[in-house]
Every structure is written in structure tokens, then in C-alpha cells.
T-cell receptor
């Protein structure tokens, strides 16, 4: 069965304190791994898609990387506005995405 | 573009009542997805459509749930009869193979409370 596990469930960081979020997956035939950001009371907002091991993508203070078993979302020098829940999802053989339960990130000034 | 539009944003109803959630996807998108999000189970796919045709409804929890897409610009998710355990936030998302492959754009969600 295709599965996505995110860790940690929650993360508290001081502003400027870099860290990483983990997304490990078990899927037959990965077609893509997706990272989304979700703010309270809103729908998930797309951040990145990664397609193959070794691929990296960056956006402002965020960098996503992919291996054959997991993906990391690195946050460099975070700011309070980076506080949100970060969701990871995988796409296998069909068009549907399987989501993890997310990491709730809080960045304090 | 206005993005994915969902209505209502909040719905409070009593157990046993019929609930209808509505979604307007982004114009030109040929995929539409319905999700349910709860604290316990996270974001779960209920059903998705391609070119208005249901492709996979394996996530629909029971026969009380039904979804339709009569045209490319409108979809409904109906719960009849509703139960307290249906309380959740329901999201609609759309995507297009012509853009970033399967990047899904989510609506703001409908928060459903069944008393």
C-alpha cells in the first residue's frame, strides 16, 4: 500500500534557526512528490514538484530535495511568516495524490 | 483568474439533513478532486473527475456520499443523510495536464459541522 509519513508532527523554531522537515514514502512507481503549504483556514498552496532522485528545487528560503525513499524540505533562516503546516504528497500510478499528515511549523521572532 | 471557488464556506446542519457542497474549478482545468480534511486523518481524497467523468471514487466513505460534475465548470458533493462524523473541512481542487504536471490548485474549503 502506498504510504507517506511526515516528521516531526510539529516544529518550533526561533527566527533565523534553520531546520529540515522530512517526508518518507513507500510507493510503487513514483511519478512525482509534491510539497504544499497550508495556512490556517485556507486550502493547501503548491510549492514544489520533484520527479526523480537527486532533484532539488528552491523558492526563497525553502529548498526541497528527493531521494529514493524520502524528501526533505530545508528551511534556511526562517521568518515568522514561514509559519504554516507543510504537506507532502506522492503520486504513483494514477492521477491521485496521497498526502501525509503534515508538519506544523511555528517560527518565533 | 479567480481560482477554485467553493460554496458555502461554512455549513452547520443537524444530523439527518442533506448537505450539498459546490465547487467551480479553474477555467480550462480538466481534473477535479474532492478531499476531506480532519485532524485525525489528514487530507483524504474522496473522488476525482477527468473531463467531467468520475475516475476513482474509492475514497467515498459510504453510499451517503455522492458527487456529480454535470459540466466542466461545476461540481457538487452531496451527503444524505449527514452524520456528526462527517464534520470536517471539504476541499475541492483542480488541475490540468497542460500545466505543471498534476499541480493541484485548492479552493478555500467548506467547513461542515453536523450537530
Amino acid at each position: 500500500e502506498d504510504q507517506v509519513t511526515q516528521s516531526p508532527e510539529a516544529l518550533r523554531l526561533q527566527e533565523g534557526e534553520s531546520s529540515s522537515l522530512n517526508c518518507s514514502y513507500t510507493v510503487s512507481g513514483l511519478r512525482g512528490l509534491f510539497w504544499y503549504r497550508q495556512d490556517p483556514g485556507k486550502g493547501p498552496e503548491f510549492l514544489f514538484t520533484l520527479y526523480s532522485a537527486g532533484e532539488e528545487k528552491e523558492k526563497e528560503r525553502l529548498k526541497a530535495t528527493l531521494t529514493k525513499k524520502e524528501s526533505f524540505l530545508h528551511i534556511t533562516a526562517p521568518k515568522p511568516e514561514d509559519s504554516a503546516t507543510y504537506l507532502c504528497a506522492v503520486q504513483a500510478r494514477t492521477d491521485k495524490l496521497i498526502f501525509g499528515t503534515g508538519t506544523r511549523l511555528q517560527v518565533f521572532p | 483568474d479567480a481560482g477554485v471557488i467553493q460554496s458555502p464556506r461554512h455549513e452547520v446542519t443537524e444530523m439527518g439533513q442533506e448537505v450539498t457542497l459546490r465547487c467551480k474549478p479553474i477555467s480550462g482545468h480538466d481534473y477535479l478532486f474532492w478531499y476531506r480534511q480532519t485532524m485525525m486523518r489528514g487530507l483524504e481524497l474522496l473522488i476525482y473527475f477527468n473531463n467531467n467523468v468520475p475516475i476513482d471514487d474509492s475514497g467515498m466513505p459510504e453510499d451517503r456520499f455522492s458527487a456529480k460534475m454535470p459540466n466542466a465548470s461545476f461540481s457538487t458533493l452531496k451527503i444524505q443523510p449527514s452524520e456528526p462524523r462527517d464534520s470536517a473541512v471539504y476541499f475541492c481542487a483542480s488541475s490540468s495536464r497542460l500545466g505543471t504536471y498534476n499541480e493541484q490548485f485548492f479552493g478555500p474549503g467548506t467547513r461542515l459541522t453536523v450537530l
